[in-house]
């Protein structure tokens, strides 16, 4: 029996692996993506049921693979199985950690499922037709036919669920979710760095005429207000009862929109000419405003009308407040 290296002595080849040791290979890696679509159905429950559903029953179908691989192991080898995992095996594939990630997106844990099957039938296929036992060639072709069909339930279940309508919930409520987690929090963001540092950097634009002085005052009134934003974003709501998503993921949403929103008309005065680093501005802003309108029409469902009136009216009246300031 060839043993398994500790870790800083290299890793083994697939094709140098044992019979022994690719079973003992394979009961562990049913082991592992079992808990990890366990870990992907406790995750989709309350949100996406159908999808749920999906992921435990794959999961008891690995339990199944597993129970097999080990009753077959124990006829051929004993009770006790090599402690080989993916890690210990150089040119074996080996399972991305995106369970890690909070608020995984339905798509995506989909996408990653599928790629799991591909790549354990493409482990059992590899194995069978290494192996000289009729017996495991056997079980090891059965269990590649099982994860391909295991591949195409995924995709049979996006089809079915799209016929049933339950796909449009499940995408409205993934939708509200990526809204909740990143469009609210960085157009609150966007509003507030664009429109809150109107006034400073226009009215030290017009009181002291020196782009780069502009510059400076615009740069540092962005970056603190994106600072500021963010913490306060990310601690205010852990986003454990209110469903908004991971604090830092919200609070980096708030604070890179706050920092480029105030950038957005404040980069032009590096330009050295005053008059034309102002009219870029003026430009930019009026593009900035309008964007924002936009993104709350498009993702808020404010009316069109109403978010114009909101941010264009207001953002102008802040605008030329800074003006008249830096004027007089």
Same mark, same amino acid.
């Given at each position: 029996?060839?043993?398994?290296?500790?870790?800083?002595?290299?890793?083994?080849?697939?094709?140098?692996?044992?019979?022994?040791?690719?079973?003992?290979?394979?009961?562990?890696?049913?082991?592992?993506?079992?808990?990890?679509?366990?870990?992907?159905?406790?995750?989709?429950?309350?949100?996406?049921?159908?999808?749920?559903?999906?992921?435990?029953?794959?999961?008891?179908?690995?339990?199944?693979?597993?129970?097999?691989?080990?009753?077959?192991?124990?006829?051929?080898?004993?009770?006790?199985?090599?402690?080989?995992?993916?890690?210990?095996?150089?040119?074996?594939?080996?399972?991305?950690?995106?369970?890690?990630?909070?608020?995984?997106?339905?798509?995506?844990?989909?996408?990653?499922?599928?790629?799991?099957?591909?790549?354990?039938?493409?482990?059992?296929?590899?194995?069978?037709?290494?192996?000289?036992?009729?017996?495991?060639?056997?079980?090891?072709?059965?269990?590649?036919?099982?994860?391909?069909?295991?591949?195409?339930?995924?995709?049979?279940?996006?089809?079915?669920?799209?016929?049933?309508?339950?796909?449009?919930?499940?995408?409205?409520? &993934?939708?509200? /979710?990526? $809204? %909740?987690?990143?469009?609210?929090?960085?157009? +609150? #963001?966007?509003?507030? !760095? =664009?429109?809150?540092?109107?006034?400073?950097?226009?009215?030290?634009?017009?009181?002291?005429?020196?782009?780069?002085?502009?510059?400076?005052?615009?740069?540092?009134?962005?970056?603190?207000?994106?600072?500021?934003?963010?913490?306060?974003?990310?601690?205010?709501?852990?986003?454990?009862?209110?469903?908004?998503?991971?604090?830092?993921?919200?609070?980096?949403?708030?604070?890179?929109?706050?920092?480029?929103?105030?950038?957005?008309?404040?980069?032009?005065?590096?330009?050295?000419?005053?008059?034309?680093?102002?009219?870029?501005?003026?430009?930019?802003?009026?593009?900035?405003?309008?964007?924002?309108?936009?993104?709350?029409?498009?993702?808020?469902?404010?009316?069109?009308?109403? &978010?114009?009136? /909101?941010? $264009? %009216?207001?953002?102008?009246?802040?605008?030329? +407040? #800074?003006?008249?300031? !830096? =004027?007089?």
């Amino acid at each position: 029996m060839r043993l398994i290296p500790l870790p800083g002595f290299g890793r083994r080849r697939f094709a140098s692996l044992s019979a022994q040791e690719i079973l003992a290979l394979a009961i562990a890696s049913e082991e592992e993506d079992s808990r990890i679509y366990r870990l992907y159905a406790r995750r989709l429950r309350e949100g996406y049921p159908a999808s749920a559903e999906m992921f435990e029953t794959m999961a008891e179908e690995e339990d199944g693979h597993r129970r097999r691989l080990i009753a077959l192991y124990q006829a051929r080898f004993g009770d006790l199985i090599l402690p080989i995992r993916r890690e210990h095996v150089a040119d074996f594939y080996a399972r991305r950690p995106v369970w890690l990630v909070e608020n995984l997106g339905l798509d995506r844990i989909r996408a990653e499922a599928m790629a799991m099957e591909r790549e354990a039938e493409a482990f059992y296929r590899a194995a069978a037709e290494r192996s000289t036992d009729a017996e495991a060639r056997r079980l090891l072709g059965d269990l590649a036919a099982e994860e391909a069909r295991h591949e195409s339930g995924v995709e049979a279940l996006a089809e079915e669920l799209a016929r049933s309508g339950a796909a449009s919930e499940e995408h409205l409520a &993934a939708r509200r /979710q990526f $809204v %909740l987690t990143w469009v609210q929090p960085g157009l +609150a #963001g966007l509003m507030d !760095g =664009s429109v809150s540092t109107l006034a400073p950097i226009f009215a030290t634009a017009f009181a002291t005429q020196n782009p780069w002085t502009t510059f400076l005052v615009g740069l540092s009134a962005s970056v603190g207000a994106g600072i500021s934003m963010g913490f306060t974003e990310a601690a205010h709501d852990d986003g454990k009862l209110s469903g908004r998503g991971a604090p830092w993921k919200r609070g980096l949403a708030s604070g890179v929109m706050t920092t480029l929103g105030g950038l957005g008309h404040a980069l032009p005065y590096l330009i050295p000419h005053f008059w034309t680093a102002t009219v870029i501005a003026l430009l930019l802003v009026a593009a900035e405003l309008w964007a924002i309108a936009w993104i709350q029409n498009r993702y808020m469902e404010t009316p069109m009308g109403r &978010a114009v009136f /909101q941010v $264009v %009216l207001g953002g102008s009246l802040v605008l030329a +407040a #800074g003006i008249l300031i !830096g =004027s007089g």
